[in-house]
């Protein structure tokens, strides 16, 4: 009998090791703190709580230094408790001591505050597209900032201030007046910076701000440009590849973008002579391609061979090799 005994007892008891530190009653069972079984009703369970709150509430137990930490244990044992959810959750760490990650993932995600992961994914891309506005505006000031300081074209856009007559004010006649004089200088200053910012196309990272870089725009506008994507590339299988008819400018510049192996915003920085140079060459035919791309490598052979630093390092490495340490290391 008593082995038949002993070989049942795990399956009623509950092993210590199935409880987890930190998280619900710590290493206290919550069934023992309130001195109830796991098939205690909720109203049983809440006239547990209740008894043992006013028998060991810290008001009542002034000269009891230990009567603050039960109370606190009996308060979180109640609240494991009476909500369904919880103690079916923590009853699973009671059954499944071995899925520690688990319970903890289960009580944390619990206390953690309960937010609209559609907020959080709205405020997060606003905040992105905010950020890159506002960098490529930097970005872009910056540029027209040393612009402005560059000889070439502040002189040229002096000249055209002066054509449009932009720096004739009232004020060029007033003699004697700093503070004046001031004013009329950071006037045309800002003449000169708005015609620099007028006339310079610039291209690349320091380029105009365009709404249609932001996040959000792009987003919106996701669906719609693949739809066109699609139908260009439908349209170009079609024409071009079933039916065989010549290839247009676009047509072109697609396989030579796509022959560079350039995306299609690095394609568009390309300057203009650039881009009919590659058209000129027929960088679009696969044959006149490789030629291409051979007498690139051919001239970064001869570039690379001709380099001053690149002779010395080879003839170090000649001489000294990259395992060996000298003392003229």
């Not at 090791?17 to 069972?29: H, P, Q, R, V």
């Not at 992105?128 to 612009?147: D, K, M, N, T």
Request: proline share 3%; glycine share 4%.
């Amino acid at each position: 009998m008593l082995l038949v005994y002993s070989l049942f007892l795990p399956l009623f008891a509950q092993p210590t090791w199935a409880l987890i530190e930190g998280i619900y009653c710590g290493l206290e069972n919550c069934y023992d703190v309130l001195g109830v079984t796991r098939d205690a009703t909720p109203r049983e369970i809440t006239k547990a709580y209740r008894k043992l709150a006013r028998e060991y509430h810290p008001d009542s137990n002034k000269d009891d230094p230990t009567a603050h930490d039960k109370f606190i244990t009996i308060a979180t044992a109640y609240e494991t408790l009476k909500d369904e959810e919880t103690r079916t959750e923590y009853n699973s760490m009671l059954d499944n001591p071995d899925q520690i990650y688990r319970h903890y993932y289960r009580y944390y995600r619990r206390k953690a505050p309960n937010v609209d992961v559609r907020l959080v994914l709205v405020v997060t891309i606003s905040v992105i597209s905010a950020i890159q506005y506002y960098a490529c505006w930097y970005r872009y000031h910056e540029a027209i900032s040393y612009l402005v300081t560059v000889a070439k074209y502040r002189n040229m856009a002096i000249e055209i201030a002066q054509d449009r007559g932009l720096f004739d004010t009232g004020k060029n006649k007033v003699k004697g007046n700093r503070g004046v004089k001031e004013e009329m200088k950071s006037f045309k200053e800002q003449v000169i910076r708005d015609i620099v910012a007028e006339n310079m196309d610039i291209q690349g990272g320091y380029s105009k701000p365009d709404i249609y870089c932001i996040l959000w725009v792009q987003l919106f506008t996701w669906p719609y440009q693949r739809v066109l994507d699609l139908k260009w590339l439908t349209l170009y299988f079609v024409n071009h590849t079933i039916f065989k008819k010549p290839l247009g400018r676009e047509q072109k510049l697609y396989k030579i973008r796509k022959n560079l192996k350039l995306s299609e915003s690095q394609f568009n920085y390309l300057e203009p002579h650039q881009i009919n140079e590659y058209l000129d060459l027929k960088l679009w035919e696969k044959d006149s391609f490789d030629d291409y791309k051979r007498e690139k490598e051919e001239e970064q052979k001869l570039l690379m061979a001709n380099n001053a630093k690149l002779k010395k390092y080879k003839r170090w490495l000649k001489n000294h090799g990259t395992g060996r340490m000298t003392f003229e290391d």
